[in-house]
């Protein structure tokens, strides 16, 4: 069974960064593609960030240049570095790991950011 467990979430006044993390228990986690979504409240979940086995990363177009994708494999980790917090980037941000042959894909719990005003 695969556990995906975010932490790293909170309450911060615009302008301010937080830095989330994701612990897979993975056994090919270096072979994972990686990926943060969030969801806002009312809305439906989009993709925030994902980085690649080979360490490609990609970005929205509404946090580009703000945040980071990031990923230690020694580690089953992915991180993510937010900066420039804005009261648009508050929901819910969950991990999601893809596993190709077959492909199969697992999601955290989510960890809730809160950008205030």
């Known amino acids: 069974q695969v556990q995906l467990v975010e932490s790293g979430g909170g309450l911060v006044q615009a302008g301010g960064s937080l830095r989330l993390s994701c612990v897979a228990s993975?056994?090919?986690?270096?072979?994972?593609?990686m990926a943060w979504y969030r969801q806002a409240p009312g809305k439906s979940r989009e993709l925030v960030a994902s980085?690649?086995?080979?360490?490609?990363?990609n970005y929205a177009g509404s946090v580009k240049g703000r945040f980071t994708i990031s990923r230690d494999n020694a580690k089953n980790t992915v991180s993510m570095q937010l900066n420039g917090l804005k009261p648009e980037d508050t929901g819910v941000y969950y991990c999601?790991?893809?596993?190709?042959?077959?492909?199969?894909?697992?999601w955290g719990q989510g960890t809730q950011v809160t950008v205030s005003a």
């Open positions: 999601n790991l893809g596993v190709h042959n077959p492909w199969r894909t697992y």
């Open positions: 993975i056994s090919v986690f270096s072979l994972s593609e």
């Open positions: 980085i690649t086995a080979t360490g490609s990363t």
